[in-house]
């Protein structure tokens, strides 16, 4: 199958996505939403594939949801539109997920990150979740995936003073598995997928889905509150004055309603 913003490999057992939005450091916009979900439910459904790996550039895995497809939306638009519902789908992907992350990783792009399995890190990567610069919250789960990694210490300074961590730094925090060069962090990713894709499937599978009801019970209910209240932003002058600013590349000038 052939797509127009991701491109996908097969690498032994192991299913590369790499997300192929350069000139918007991959911002997620609907339809690359759409063709990562297909690839990887594609994948899951592939009896000689083991585990995926997703990916973007070394420059960027993601600069978070496309701020130019929403910037003019209201609540409602968006609670119709319910771009973020597909989101979920990603949650329901059975076998193991890596993300591969280099460069910036923010907004959507770290809520993606923290909805794989495991996370490999380029010296260069950068977490973080700046929403907050834009008038509005994480929408995808990172306010409550964060708390339950890196605690509610940090996850306050990221979420509502837009700390961003350096990857070593999120290795100390627990939000990611290894920080690795920059030119091999992609192989460790892979390499790692395939030795997890070669052992005992249902085992692996069984394994999965455990350690993520440990960690998610009460996050379904937590997720879609958060998801409630980022749409409900969108019917703030702020939304509109942060999303409009970073677009005219200047500082927003916040009114508070
Ligand atoms: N949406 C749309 N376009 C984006 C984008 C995004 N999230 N992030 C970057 N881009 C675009 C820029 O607009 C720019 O496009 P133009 O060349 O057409 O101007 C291009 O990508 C390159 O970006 P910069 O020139 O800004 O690159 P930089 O190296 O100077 O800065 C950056 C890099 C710090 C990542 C900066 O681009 C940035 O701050 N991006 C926005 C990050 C952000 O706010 N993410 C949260 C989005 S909202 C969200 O994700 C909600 C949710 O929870 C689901």
């Known amino acids: 199958m052939s797509y127009s913003f991701i491109l996908t490999e097969i690498h032994d057992r192991v299913g590369l996505?790499?997300?192929?939005?350069?000139?918007?450091?991959?911002?997620?916009?609907?339809?690359?939403m759409e063709e990562l979900v297909q690839a990887l439910e594609d994948f899951d459904n592939n009896a000689s594939i083991g585990a995926m790996v997703?990916?973007?550039?070394?420059?960027?895995?993601?600069?978070g949801?496309?701020?130019?497809?929403?910037?003019?939306?209201?609540?409602?638009?968006?609670?119709?539109?319910?771009?973020?519902?597909?989101?979920?789908?990603?949650?329901?992907?059975?076998?193991?997920?890596?993300a591969a992350v280099s460069g910036w990783c923010l907004g959507g792009g770290n809520e993606v990150a923290m909805m794989c399995d495991m996370i490999i890190a380029s010296e260069t990567a950068k977490f973080g979740q700046p929403e907050i610069n834009l008038g509005v919250i994480p929408g995808s789960g990172g306010t409550q995936r964060l708390a339950k990694s890196v605690g509610k210490a940090i996850a306050m300074e990221m979420v509502i003073n837009n700390r961003t961590l350096s990857a070593e730094e999120a290795y100390r925090f627990g939000?990611?598995?290894?920080?690795?060069?920059?030119?091999v962090y992609?192989?460790?990713?892979?390499?790692?997928?395939?030795?997890?894709?070669?052992?005992a499937p249902l085992a692996v599978r069984s394994g999965k889905e455990?350690?993520?009801?440990?960690?998610?019970?009460?996050?379904?209910?937590?997720?879609?509150?958060?998801?409630?209240?980022?749409?409900?932003?969108?019917?703030?002058?702020?939304?509109k004055e942060g999303m409009r600013a970073f677009i005219e590349k200047r500082d927003?000038?916040?009114?508070g309603k």
């Open 252 to 255: 927003p000038e916040w009114k």
């Open 54 to 63: 997703i990916t973007g550039s070394d420059r960027a895995f993601a600069a």
């Open 210 to 239: 455990m350690v993520n009801q440990a960690f998610e019970t009460f996050l379904k209910e937590g997720v879609v509150d958060e998801r409630r209240a980022f749409y409900f932003l969108f019917s703030s002058d702020d939304q």
């Open 175 to 183: 939000l990611i598995n290894r920080v690795v060069p920059v030119e």
């Open 65 to 98: 949801a496309d701020i130019k497809e929403m910037v003019e939306a209201s609540a409602v638009d968006m609670l119709l539109a319910d771009n973020l519902g597909i989101w979920d789908r990603i949650r329901g992907i059975k076998k193991p997920l890596i």
């Open 186 to 199: 992609l192989d460790e990713a892979l390499k790692l997928a395939n030795e997890i894709g070669a052992r």
């Open 17 to 32: 996505i790499r997300f192929n939005r350069p000139k918007a450091l991959n911002a997620f916009n609907r339809p690359l």
